[in-house]
C-alpha cells in the first residue's frame, strides 16, 4: 500500500503549523529587540509585531483550513485522514500559542525607557 503523500511533504506539512509559530516568536522577539535598540517610536513598534502577528495568525488559518477540508475529503482514507486531523488540531495549537505570545505585546510597552 502506497501512501498519498510523499512523506517529507507530509512531514513539512504536519510542521508547518508550528513552524509558523516559532516564526512568529522569533519575528515578535528581533523586532521588539530591534525597536529598543534603533529607538523607535513605542506605536512603530507595536504596528510591525501587530503585523507579523497578523500574518502568522493568517498563515495558521490557511494551513488548518487546508487541513479540515483534506480532513472532509478523505473518507475512510485512514492514513491520509490521521495527517489531515493531526495538521487541523496542531494548527489550532499553533493559534493559541501565537495569541499566548502576543498577549504581552498588547499589555506591556515594547520598551522600558525609564
Do not use: C, K, N, Y
Given at each position: 500500500?502506497t ?5 517529507p511533504?507530509r ?13 512568529h516568536f522569533a519575528a515578535v522577539y ?6 529598543c535598540?534603533?529607538?523607535w517610536a ?8 501587530g503585523?507579523?502577528?497578523?500574518l502568522?495568525f493568517a ?10 477540508r483534506r ?10 485522514r490521521?495527517?489531515?486531523?493531526l495538521v487541523?488540531?496542531?494548527s489550532l495549537?499553533?493559534a493559541l500559542?501565537?495569541?499566548f505570545t502576543s ?8 520598551c522600558?525607557?525609564?
Open positions: 500500500m501512501p498519498t503523500t510523499p512523506r511533504r512531514f513539512s506539512w504536519i510542521a508547518a503549523p508550528m513552524a509558523a509559530w516559532a516564526l528581533i523586532l521588539q529587540g530591534l525597536g535598540a534603533r529607538g513605542d506605536g512603530s513598534t507595536r504596528i510591525a509585531m503585523a507579523s502577528t497578523a502568522a498563515a495558521v488559518a490557511w494551513i488548518g483550513t487546508h487541513a479540515w480532513l472532509r475529503a478523505a473518507g475512510d482514507a485512514g492514513e491520509t490521521f495527517v489531515a486531523r487541523a488540531i496542531l495549537l499553533a500559542a501565537i495569541a498577549l504581552p505585546m498588547f499589555l506591556l510597552l515594547p522600558d525607557r525609564g
